[in-house]
């Protein structure tokens, strides 16, 4: 199977899968929607775009934006180091639902920060923001790591931010979306068992680029990733 790796990649395989390769029953525009559709479909069911944001804080200050982050799905793990140091701590990441418990168990007020939490957002349109606490008593740098949607592809050269198993996953996916549109339901639905199917295996043995001992992943031609 050809390399998938930029917008432009992505839809001549889903043409190929489609049996169309020109723009006779639909334009390249309603392609590569369904193509980024299909991107953040796989990137929300696999969680396997990772990206990392360092957010610097100051003393007496508990809440700071994601402005840079507007793409968090959710936080896999912070640590931090306070002023000048250079080695980071593990941070605690927990709901804003379970800030009550710690309110109790943190005595102090302010000190180097045991949790970080997303607050609850003001508005559907606000910017979200991660708080501290406790309170920080000097500055430092919090270190996130987080599963993220992919960037929007808007260029035929543009390459898309999944990891490259994942790739043929979005052009199945929007191949779906084409079974749909021309009533093919039954093609549609055992195609999409069957992408439940190898969703619900990598689950359980997720990819790896050290791929350590892990079982072989197949695509739908049954070539191993691995």
């Known amino acids: 199977m050809p390399v998938l790796s930029t917008q432009q ?4 395989a889903l043409r190929r899968l489609l049996d169309e390769p020109g723009e006779s029953q639909y334009d390249d525009v309603t392609l590569k929607a369904w193509i980024n559709a299909a991107c953040e479909a796989v990137a929300l ?3 396997v775009v990772v ?3 360092n957010i610097s804080w100051t003393a ?8 840079n982050a507007t793409d968090l799905i959710r936080i896999e793990k912070a640590s931090y180091y306070e002023g000048s140091q250079t080695t980071y701590y593990p941070i605690e990441v927990v709901a804003d639902t379970q800030m009550a418990e710690y309110y109790g168990q943190l005595i102090e007020q302010t000190g180097a920060p045991k ?7 003001t508005s559907a349109s606000a910017t979200r923001s991660i708080a501290l606490w406790p309170v920080p008593s000097v500055t430092g740098t919090l270190r996130l790591t987080y599963t993220a949607m992919p960037t929007v592809l808007t260029a035929t050269t543009n390459t898309t931010e999944l990891p490259g198993p994942y790739r043929e996953y979005a052009v199945q996916e929007a191949y779906i979306r084409g079974l749909k549109s021309r009533n093919r339901r039954e093609e549609a639905a055992q195609e999409r068992a069957e992408l439940d199917r190898i969703y619900a295996h990598i ?7 050290a791929n350590s001992g892990l079982d072989k992943i197949f695509d739908y031609n049954g070539n191993s990733f691995i």
């Open 51 to 53: 990206k990392m944001l």
């Open 115 to 121: 949790v970080c939490y997303i607050a609850p957002q």
């Open 9 to 12: 990649d992505l839809l001549d």
């Open 203 to 209: 689950r359980l043995k997720p990819y790896t680029e």
């Open 45 to 47: 069911e696999l969680e």
């Open 60 to 67: 007496s200050t508990v809440s700071y934006t994601l402005a």
